[in-house]
């Protein structure tokens, strides 16, 4: 069932139901078949209640988003490469459940001081409880810290992407202990979902690198320029270190601490102590105080390319930013900071296939969120080879089912139909199991018959 409800595309999966009639078998047993059907009534709309939560604070950063529920509950996705920053999506991830407790809060309040209610239906009254208790329920329980619950992303966003793999962790430890738990107590289902997510959780932490030194540590070459004494260096570490972590008061401090030296450190640290202001500014949204900072920085060398293109790109300049861009990675800065803003702005300019080509060069230092981000753009944009590489790259990083379907979805719009079928093999051994999707699904029309029924079974 697909529909659009307040501008937003809203799928709703077969899983949904088998789902939501599993969690109310007890009612069933009972023989209470009327109130089963309010009991499907009730989980559907707190659960599109609180994805519709999730989706409103993304479209108040003029973002699309979309909803699907499955067989896990929900997910709101949306397809940009815009950042946003780590506060933005804690608020994100937190909007879901404390819609849920709004909708809770208004029903008791109504309930409680509106006694002509009780005049309605017992029927009507009894589905208004099970609306009050389900969206508490499913609100704390997508609180805890465990992925990919809304508690999890949180800790993700808290924690930042140079602590990956403290989250996935975290997250799996949490799931595990949490299954215990609920197995204990009867609630075998919600058990289920948990030891899917510590598996999950397991799968990432390996997947997940070690955090690699401060990226803007690594600069273009700088071997001929002046060593920065010990004690500037160690100033200019924190700095970053403080940048990256958006603790940006702390950046600027350190910075002008290294411009307050005396006698004056070389150059080379004068000029990066200025970035380092430079990028607390543009993270603080001050793009003209950034653009100062260049302008400091450029008296004492070349400034960073990539501060400077994210300048340009924060200002709307796109040529100006696609110039310094590919100037920097002609001359071999590989650099997240100078490809990521790259994707941007060709994406901004309608030219994906490059982008997403780009976007593969560095697939190892996107994370996963942008990386299937960027393949989901190039399959919408019809560069389905690229989209197709790049759900591979991230499925051999990840191991998850649903990026090597994404790979063969892609494989088979591109006219790869034999890539596509193995690729769908290797979505199945992965997990890969929805085959009622898989047979509806628009991307595979070539493959309906022989070559789909080898690999999922017509339902």
Request: no cysteine; hydrophobic share 50%.
């Amino acid at each position: 069932m697909s529909f659009r409800l307040f501008g937003v595309s809203v799928d709703v999966q077969l899983g949904f139901w088998l789902s939501a009639a599993l969690l109310g078998y007890g009612i069933v047993a009972g023989g209470q078949y009327q109130l089963f059907l309010v009991w499907i009534l009730v989980v559907f709309l707190s659960v599109l209640m609180h994805e519709f939560g999730h989706a409103f604070a993304i479209k108040r950063h003029r973002v699309e988003p979309e909803i699907t529920l499955h067989f896990m509950g929900g997910t709101t996705t949306w397809r940009s490469l815009l950042p946003l920053g780590r506060l933005q999506h804690v608020l994100i991830s937190l909007a879901g459940p404390f819609a849920g407790f709004l909708v809770a809060g208004v029903l008791h309040l109504l309930l409680r001081y509106v006694p002509a209610l009780y005049s309605l239906p017992p029927m009507l009254l009894r589905g208004m409880d099970m609306l009050i208790q389900v969206n508490v329920v499913w609100g704390i329980l997508n609180l805890i810290p465990v992925l990919p619950f809304d508690g999890g992303h949180v800790l993700e966003h808290a924690l930042g992407p140079r602590r990956a793999r403290l989250t996935a962790a975290i997250s799996g430890v949490s799931a595990v202990i949490l299954a215990i738990l609920f197995l204990r107590a009867g609630f075998f289902f919600f058990s289920f979902i948990l030891v899917m997510s510590a598996f999950q959780s397991l799968q990432r932490f390996r997947s997940e690198p070690e955090a690699p030194s401060p990226a803007m540590n690594r600069r273009r070459a700088a071997l001929h320029e002046e060593p920065v004494p010990p004690e500037t260096a160690v100033l200019l570490q924190r700095a970053r270190r403080a940048v990256e972590e958006e603790r940006t008061d702390e950046a600027m401090a350190l910075a002008n601490e290294v411009l307050a030296q005396s006698p004056a450190p070389p150059k080379r640290g004068l000029r990066e102590a200025h970035e380092l202001i430079g990028w607390s500014h543009l993270l603080l949204g001050d793009t003209k105080r950034a653009g100062e900072a260049i302008a400091q920085a450029r008296k004492h060398g070349d400034p960073d390319p990539a501060l400077v293109g994210a300048v340009h790109l924060a200002l709307g300049e796109l040529k100006q930013a696609r110039k310094v861009l590919e100037a920097a990675r002609e001359a071999g800065d590989d650099r997240k900071e100078v490809a990521g803003p790259l994707i941007r702005v060709l994406v901004e300019q309608r030219e994906v296939p490059r982008a997403a080509a780009v976007a593969l060069d560095i697939v190892e230092q996107l994370s996963e969120e942008d990386a299937r981000r960027m393949a989901e753009i190039a399959f919408e944009h019809g560069a389905f080879d690229w989209s197709a590489r790049l759900y591979e790259a991230i499925f051999r990083r990840a191991g998850l089912s649903e990026d090597a379907y994404g790979a063969a979805r892609a494989s088979a719009k591109d006219g790869n139909a034999e890539r596509a079928i193995e690729l769908l093999r290797h979505a199945v051994d992965a997990g890969f199991s929805d085959r009622a999707r898989a047979w509806s699904d628009s991307a595979f029309e070539a493959l309906r018959g022989a070559p789909l029924e080898a690999v999922l079974p017509r339902p």
